[in-house]
């Protein structure tokens, strides 16, 4: 091929030269207005909604006030989606919140948050929902005692390769395993729905009777309340990552936004009744995975489908994490931000390989040291932070700037509120309950300055790091891409 026919002794720009007197590539616009959807609600309902409802209620104390948090939880996940549908219809590049802070803010924040996002959110979340998809896949292999951790942490690297697999052979293949796995995930919503419905109408709604009761007050608690809600409403911006790779994006972005999160919403709160119609509050906070257990009351013998189904679940929600992830990786590279070759496509394939196998590594290095549990409460504090930089450049982007094209507006008062929410939940959790986590999260932030200015700013770049990158994409068979002239 034309690429194995340049020398190596190529000028020091010869990796970004590949394609000279050629088209150069660019990813394919394979995602329509239902894979879309099945996008955001496929990584949305993960393993959240099977493991995050004993922890809302938890931290708020009573059935009723839960359920507030979670309904919040979808109106706050919709402000934020809609806000973002506009921000996407502005700025028509792939990548999320890290190009909307680099447009509107400049260089230096988004490298913070691309070199937070790529290095450790994005990998951090990705294995926690592995490490979950794992705990449930070999919890039948093991009745009557608890799986042990090395087989748990096998199984999730093995589920990260196989995704690794499945994402950079083909956009459609990554999209059609999306699609399937969302409807079998809502299918086994539909289950525990439908059960709740048979509970109550057969009497049983005593954990509804003085449903305030013992509610917690405390901004600090309604706070993680929120975080561990939020949890299972994160991927409400997953098609804000693959705005290029969008048909039609101007329309399918607010259109797939305005069919999932409602979709999800609903179904998370009445998949929250049929557990507490199951269950007192009591057993819910004892269960230590509260859908198996709803499983063997109302289930009995067929109980072995919720394991199944969440399974299942996991898996579809770290396919879509990994396939958007994987872009926030491959824009910033392609910005300057990372090294050249992440933001390079297989010449064949026309996906971001190197940057999806570096998001592979990343999770690996996460699942050999991480546990579910740790991820959640560190993992929603950075991702609000930036969400809220985000909200308040779509703010400016509306005050200052109004005669900018957009095919969509959302109500200024929307992102008002999300940002009011964002700023509440950075700052209640550090008020209330400060832990010497967030410190650890805040410093490794700012060590994103000491890499900013000799390796961005000033471009000091080791020469041999270029030989590196044209060996490299000879044997990852990967060209340079432009963005799609929208």
Not at 125 to 152: H, K, N, T, W
Request: contains cysteine; hydrophobic residues 50%.
């Amino acid at each position: 091929s034309a690429m194995r026919k340049r020398k190596t002794t190529d000028s020091p720009h010869s990796s970004t030269d590949l394609s000279e007197g050629k088209e150069k590539l660019r990813l394919k616009q394979e995602v329509g207005l239902i894979s879309g959807v099945s996008l955001i609600a496929g990584t949305m309902i993960g393993s959240g909604i099977f493991m995050s409802p004993e922890w809302v209620l938890h931290h708020m104390g009573s059935p009723a006030s839960s359920l507030l948090i979670w309904a919040a939880c979808g109106l706050l996940a919709m402000f934020g989606a809609l806000s973002y549908a506009e921000l996407g219809t502005i700025i028509k590049e792939s990548g999320g919140e890290y190009i909307y802070i680099l447009r509107i803010f400049g260089s230096f924040p988004a490298f913070l948050f691309a070199y937070t996002s790529v290095i450790l959110v994005r990998p951090a979340g990705l294995a926690a929902v592995c490490l979950s998809f794992a705990e449930y896949a070999v919890a039948p292999f093991y009745p009557g005692c608890s799986s042990p951790q090395v087989v748990i942490k096998c199984t999730a690297a093995a589920c990260i390769l196989l995704l690794t697999i499945i994402n950079c052979l083909n956009v459609r293949l990554a999209t059609s395993v999306m699609n399937i796995f969302t409807a079998a995930k809502l299918l086994a919503l539909l289950v525990i729905v439908v059960g709740g419905v048979v509970l109550l109408a057969k009497g049983q709604t005593q954990s509804f009777q003085n449903a305030f009761e013992n509610t917690t007050a405390g901004i600090g608690a309604v706070g993680v309340a929120f975080y561990q809600g939020l949890w299972s409403y994160d991927g409400w911006n997953n098609l804000n990552y693959v705005t290029e790779e969008l048909k039609k994006p101007e329309v399918t972005l607010p259109r797939a936004v305005m069919i999932a999160i409602p979709l999800v919403t609903c179904l998370y709160l009445l998949v929250n009744v049929s557990y507490l119609a199951a269950m007192t509050p009591s057993e819910v906070l004892s269960s230590g995975a509260v859908a198996v257990t709803w499983g063997d009351k109302v289930l009995g013998s067929w109980a072995w489908l919720i394991s199944l189904s969440v399974a299942l679940s996991t898996f579809g929600s770290s396919n879509g994490t990994f396939f958007s992830g994987g872009r926030v990786c491959y824009i910033a590279a392609r910005e300057g931000h990372m090294p050249d070759i992440l933001s390079m496509a297989h010449v064949r394939c026309l996906t971001p390989s190197p940057a999806l196998l570096f998001t592979s590594a990343m999770s690996l290095i996460m699942v050999i040291s991480g546990s579910f549990t740790s991820i959640v409460n560190f993992f929603s504090f950075i991702a609000w932070f930036f969400y809220g930089m985000t909200i308040s450049g779509l703010l400016y982007l509306k005050i200052k700037k109004p005669e900018l094209p957009r095919s969509y507006k959302v109500p200024i008062i929307i992102p008002i509120i999300v940002l009011m929410a964002a700023v509440y939940l950075v700052l209640a959790p550090i008020i209330d309950q400060p832990q010497i986590e967030i410190l650890y999260i805040v410093l490794f932030i700012f060590t994103g300055v000491i890499l900013y200015f000799p390796l961005v700013r000033f471009k000091c770049h080791p020469r041999f790091l270029q030989k590196v990158t044209l060996h490299l994409q000879l044997f990852l068979e990967v060209a340079p891409t432009t963005r799609d002239a929208n």
